[in-house]
């Protein structure tokens, strides 16, 4: 069956970086699209980045552009999520999500599977 499992979160001081990943399995990586979403407490899902299937097209929420860099290894099946310059507005659980399609959409009706989430912690 499909899993997506999400590590690389952690606390780290505002300004620094952090990278997360995202192994996915149970499925052919390369024919859907992939993203990442956050939630902070008491907020609703968020959208961060997406890319394609294949890797051409990558989209990302304002907040984040300049800072943040989805990229995609389909040998390793792995999506990646390079962090930096993070304010503490970033603090939240980082949830990896598979798209039903290969084009990406910043809805997370799109995405049929979901990983467990891992924390990231931005201090002043």
């Known amino acids: 069956q499909v899993q997506l499992g999400e590590s690389g979160g952690g606390l780290v001081q505002a300004g620094g970086s952090l990278r997360l990943s995202c192994q996915a399995s149970?499925?052919?990586?390369?024919?859907?699209?992939m993203a990442w979403f956050r939630q902070a407490p008491g907020k609703e899902r968020e959208f961060v980045a997406a890319?394609?299937?294949?890797?051409?097209?990558?989209y990302y929420n304002d907040s984040v552009k300049g800072r943040f860099a989805i990229s995609r290894d389909i040998a390793k099946t792995t999506v990646y999520l390079q962090m930096n310059s993070l304010k503490p507005e970033d603090t939240a659980l980082y949830y990896c999500?598979?798209?039903?399609?290969?084009?990406?959409?910043?809805?997370?009706?799109?995405?049929?599977?979901w990983g467990q989430g891992t924390q990231v912690t931005v201090s002043s």
């Open positions: 999500a598979r798209d039903r399609d290969t084009w990406p959409s910043a809805s997370p009706k799109s995405y049929a599977y």
């Open positions: 149970g499925y052919t990586f390369s024919s859907y699209a």
């Open positions: 890319i394609s299937a294949s890797g051409v097209r990558v």
